[in-house]
């Protein structure tokens, strides 16, 4: 698929995009994935990103490194709104314990007005999710959208499994009492 889109750029633009999708498309991959649940939507939604920042290349090709990612990020992110907006298909980020059965939405038997409320609230969860404190978001993301186990985060971010257990716990109360305070806002 990359030469696909090497073929839109001229020389200078493609060692830039080369070096983009080298860098990202593995992270955005891993992201779309976590959110979408199925590897074929994830790639579709990673292709469309690049696709999309193609159409705009010569626009961005001055910005940092940061600021392409922030970009490539919002892009991705609203690519798979669309794509969920569209899709029958939701799959819910299980903010549970893993003991703790997660909520298939999938199933037949599920009534409407419960899939729109989940599809509301997967949205919610992701937003809230960006509005975390980073210590906690990137555990959370590490673990809910990649599925790490808490000995493998704690390497990468250089602190003890223990840490990353309480990170994940403190921010996902954080974004569940969110949910609840919407919820009983919501109610009066």
């Known amino acids: 698929m990359l030469d696909f889109y090497l073929l839109m750029l001229d020389t200078a633009q493609q060692n830039i995009f080369i070096q983009l999708w080298e860098k990202h498309s593995e992270r955005l991959l891993y992201r779309a994935y976590g959110y979408l649940g199925h590897r074929e939507a994830a790639e579709e939604a990673v292709g469309d990103t690049f696709l999309s920042l193609m159409k705009h290349f010569s626009r961005y090709e001055d910005c940092s490194e940061d600021e392409l990612l922030a970009l490539l990020l919002t892009i991705l992110d609203n690519t798979m709104r669309n794509q969920t907006k569209r899709s ?101």
């Open 88 to 188: 029958s298909r939701i799959r819910f980020i299980s903010l549970q314990r893993n003991d703790e059965p997660d909520l298939d939405l999938t199933d037949s038997k599920t009534d409407p007005a419960e899939i729109a409320l989940s599809r509301i609230t997967v949205q919610r969860i992701m937003e809230l999710l960006t509005q975390l404190p980073p210590i906690y978001r990137e555990v959370l993301d590490l673990r809910l959208l990649r599925d790490w186990s808490y000995d493998t985060i704690a390497e990468l971010l250089g602190i003890t499994p223990e840490t990353a257990r309480k990170r994940f716990e403190r921010g996902r109360r954080m974004i569940l009492d969110a949910l609840a305070e919407e919820r009983s806002t919501n109610d009066d």
